[in-house]
């Protein structure tokens, strides 16, 4: 174990940890912007500075590993300095048009410039025109909002093993590309850690602010991993999905089809109305007569060939309560044991 | 599973079987990845598939498909003679230990070499990978399951777990991976036509009166025998046995297996009802169509391939004049003369904690933040995410002598390639969600067909060329895809897409015990299609005239 101080106050930790985990175990907040809980320290964007008593130089606290003994301070006006000038070196390159991107209201750099006070930035570069090469038919890339903390690039490495993006060029220059087009699944990752509008759902553009957003926690409708998801809802349509770091078994992960898998729900081909068969074809019902034409033929044939003649099939698409239902319907109202489901498909 | 999946990062081997694991858990994949990665696990992979996954394993082994239950006898034939299997536990833990060992000796690497086409040096490898390994993890998925022996092939890979002490230890487990989001809950519900919530059997008298004293009725009433299967039901329909079916939320017109012999079943129905969310191709063959609801629009839980019961919430109000499926199923039942009544999905899981002891300690109070690994039998139960921990469920566990036995339907002169069928990562199913908007339609546009480019150069076949395919039962058209994924010798189509319907090849010939049809094999023949490439319309339901 390795004692240390942090802004006057005496931390233990085990060897190894950064002073960036040491602060947040005592309740210390150290502004950061690449770092993320689930990716190795990336160590790119300068916000973490912190100073170590005895050195010149600021060091960041997301790679620096603790010492015993060090005296660790996480704010002062040059670390101030410092971040604000980190800042303003990202805006210069980065446009203010928060606006009409769908990460306002919950960026992350928005979020520290304002924290920062940022009102002016006093350098300006010559502009470079990027072509937004990287976007795949679900996923938008917005080369002059991404601020080259490499989160997308590390968490597709990392989280999903597959390394299907990368940074191309340098400097002002540089930009995140797909390097293999085949390897990429859309699963979105990427978007799930840009920490700015860089990356954005293309199914959600425009289509509500984040503020007005109601998010649902509840289960994907897919696989059986069973993955913990929000829907996110505005005027009675969901219109993007996300996820909580942290929770579930996919822990902020998910795939395609439960990212962007969605568009069923507000289909315009949903059944809205009961349908009868009537001359060969189907019309549309009120409930009152379809569900009496159901329970009066139900009834019929088991009056005349017993519930054995009647079979369901319950859903593995249905939740529990719907299947406990179903059931007991066919066991206590039909009286017969011939319910399944398609768990063998 | 016995286990959950986050325990294959302290597993030293995990061998990964009969699934496509990044294509269809993916969430689960990136656990395996990590494992690889992170904390030198190492994956052993055997399919008949080159799947993804063996980019990240320690060996990669191609067995003929319907070969299981040789390659694993092979295993464990190696891991009893090199002295590798966990003497202790088995004497310890588990019985039928004799009459297994003695089934094993003929399973010698000569012998399954010949039945599989693995050479015996791979054989030996992947017993000294998994046998040597403590702890071990078996993931398997429908590739183990979906074969006329697939029962066989579950208990095989529960031998081997148990000859080397993996069950009942973290790490270690025989998982199956759940296809469907609630296909662990629908069977935990009852959704079997042999047993109640929580596998209660119906044939046991102490049961039947258990459940008709808290349903309200004699226990005469209740059907005392198993009923029937789903595979044994559109059969039954086609005999006159069923004279009516009602369908809540499947599609089996597109999912099961000989699709033109189900279109003649469900044609033979007096009266056929279904309850869902579209006009899939399955209602628009019904009588009378009720609405249902997505999971967006309602309160209740799902249980996930671990066991683990969770919450779903309501987040939207309701379309047009569909309603709640539990509503509808209340609603019917009452007019037939039973009632039910209902205020909340709440309450229907208070009935089912009280008369399902396994879920007897789940409670939406106590699930809304994290869900609980059934079972948990009472309200202070932390749950049970690893099973078997200190005794089987049965008490022993029980080895069983098992011999190989071949697919119902193997290849010949006229029908020589043979057919898998399965998923692909942008598609669920029959696509009746997945195919609903845009964005997974960019992603995976066209269903093809995966086609061992070997074979495809002998039939003269290039990528995006159209094949004809035919089995004893039908035939289909479809663009090929040259792929290394299927050896020689087999065609991989996935079942999505309804107007490439690959289920009216499929055999409808069934496991004996689950009753689970043979998808991952059967006999076809593939040639180039003549004349010019058709294009296939992604056709809408039929219209619904207004009354």
Not at chain 1, 309 to 336: H, P, W
Not at chain 2, 132 to 141: D, F, K, M, T, V
Not at chain 2, 291 to 303: M, N
Not at chain 2, 411 to 433: K, N, Q, W
């Amino acid at each position: 174990m390795v004692t240390l101080t942090i802004d006057g106050k005496e931390v233990t930790v085990p060897q190894g940890t950064t002073i960036l985990e040491a602060a947040k175990g005592v309740d210390i907040k150290i502004p950061t912007l690449c770092y993320h809980e689930r990716l190795n320290p990336i160590g790119s964007c300068r916000m973490c500075v912190v100073e170590i008593e005895g050195f010149t130089h600021p060091m960041a606290a997301c790679t620096t590993p603790v010492e015993d003994g060090i005296e660790v301070t996480t704010n002062s006006e040059r670390l101030t300095r410092i971040r604000q000038d980190s800042l303003k070196l990202i805006l210069v390159n980065h446009p203010l048009d928060c606006p009409i991107c769908d990460k306002g209201g919950e960026c992350l750099l928005q979020d520290l410039v304002y924290d920062h006070g940022i009102d002016q930035v006093e350098y300006t570069a010559a502009k470079i025109e990027r072509d937004s090469s990287y976007a795949t038919p679900l996923i938008r890339y917005w080369p002059d909002r991404c601020i080259m903390c490499l989160r997308c690039v590390t968490a597709c490495q990392e989280i999903k093993g597959i390394g299907a993006i990368s940074i191309k060029g340098d400097g002002y220059g540089a930009q995140v590309v797909v390097v293999d087009q085949d390897k990429c699944q859309s699963c979105g990752e990427c978007l799930q850690v840009c920490p700015t509008g860089a990356l954005t759902a293309d199914l959600s553009r425009y289509k509500g602010r984040t503020w007005l957003l109601e998010r649902v926690p509840t289960t994907c409708t897919y696989c059986g991993c069973g993955c913990q998801l929000e829907l996110n809802v505005q005027n009675d349509r969901v219109i993007a999905v996300t996820t909580q770091d942290g929770v579930g078994v996919n822990q902020g992960s998910l795939c395609v089809k439960g990212r962007f898998g969605y568009e069923f729900i507000n289909s315009d081909e949903r059944l809205t109305t009961p349908l009868i068969r009537k001359n060969g074809e189907l019309q549309e019902a009120g409930w009152d007569e379809a569900l009496s034409l159901v329970a009066e033929k139900f009834s019929a044939i088991k009056a005349e060939f017993g519930g054995g003649a009647i079979g369901g099939l319950t859903s593995a698409r249905c939740t529990n309560e719907d299947n406990y239902l179903f059931q007991k319907f066919m066991r206590a109202a039909v009286g017969t044991n011939n319910v399944d489901h398609c768990a063998r498909l | 599973m016995t286990n959950p999946i986050a325990d294959v990062l302290v597993s030293e081997t995990v061998l990964v079987t009969g699934t496509n694991t990044t294509e269809n858990h993916p969430i689960f994949a990136n656990y395996l990845k990590e494992a690889v990665l992170k904390h030198g696990t190492k994956i052993l992979v055997i399919d008949p598939r080159r799947i993804d996954l063996v980019d990240y394993a320690e060996l990669y082994l191609q067995p003929k498909p319907g070969t299981d239950i040789a390659w694993i006898n092979g295993l464990m034939h190696i891991i009893v003679k090199e002295g590798w299997a966990a003497q202790d536990y088995v004497d310890e833990r588990c019985e039928g230990y004799e009459e297994f060992a003695k089934n094993l000796e003929k399973f010698t690497p000569a012998y399954v070499s010949e039945i599989t086409g693995l050479t015996e040096a791979e054989l030996y490898a992947a017993a000294k990978l998994y046998g040597q390994a403590r702890p071990a993890s078996i993931l398997y998925a429908m590739g183990i399951t979906q074969h006329t022996c697939g029962t066989d092939n579950v208990k095989s890979l529960g031998n081997l777990a148990m000859l080397c002490g993996n069950l009942g230890v973290e790490g270690g487990g025989v998982n199956p991976l759940r296809g469907q989001n609630n296909v662990q809950g629908a069977c935990d519900m009852g959704g079997l036509p042999n047993v109640y919530t929580g596998y209660q059997k119906v044939d046991i008298p102490e049961v039947r009166e258990k459940f008709a004293k808290a349903w309200g009725l004699e226990a005469e009433t209740l059907d005392d025998k198993p009923g029937l299967v789903l595979t044994e039901m559109f059969p039954a329909a086609a005999e006159g046995k069923v004279k009516a079916m009602y369908i809540m939320g499947e599609n089996p017109l597109v999912s099961d297996p000989d699709l033109t012999h189900i279109e003649h079943c469900v044609k033979a129905l007096d009266f056929f009802v279904v309850q869902d969310i579209f006009l899939t191709e399955t209602a628009q063959m019904a009588d009378v169509v009720l609405p249902g609801i997505s999971f967006a629009e309602k309160d209740g839980t799902f249980v996930n391939s671990e066991r683990v019961v969770q919450r779903i919430r309501k987040a939207l109000t309701i379309a047009g004049d569909a309603r709640e499926d539990r509503e509808i199923i209340a609603e019917l039942s009452t007019r037939m003369g039973y009632e039910m009544k209902y205020d909340s999905a709440e309450e229907i899981m208070q009935e089912i904690a009280q008369v399902t002891p396994s879920y007897g300690g789940i409670s939406f109070e106590r699930i809304a933040e994290k869900g609980l690994a059934w079972p948990c039998p009472d309200s202070e139960h932390p749950g049970t995410p690893i099973l078997h921990v200190d005794t089987f469920a049965r008490g022993k566990g029980l080895f069983f002598a098992i011999d190989h036995q071949p697919p119902a339907e193997v290849t010949d002169a006229e029908y020589p390639f043979i057919l898998s069928t399965g998923r692909v990562l942008s598609h669920f199913h029959t696509g009746t969600m997945t195919r609903k908007g845009e964005g997974l339609n960019k992603v995976h546009s066209e269903i093809k067909a995966e086609i061992n480019p070997e074979d495809a150069a002998r039939l003269g076949v290039k990528d995006d060329d159209l094949l004809a395919i035919s089995s004893r039962r039908g035939s289909i058209k479809v663009k090929a895809w040259l792929s290394d994924r299927p050896a020689s010798g087999v065609v991989f189509v996935p079942f999505h897409f309804h107007e490439i319907a690959v289920n009216r090849l499929t055999n409808a010939a069934l496991d004996p015990v689950a009753k689970i049809p043979e998808y991952k094999v059967c006999a076809i023949k593939v040639e180039k299609a003549g004349g010019a490439k058709k294009e296939v319309s992604d056709k809408k339901p039929k219209k619904v005239k207004k009354s």
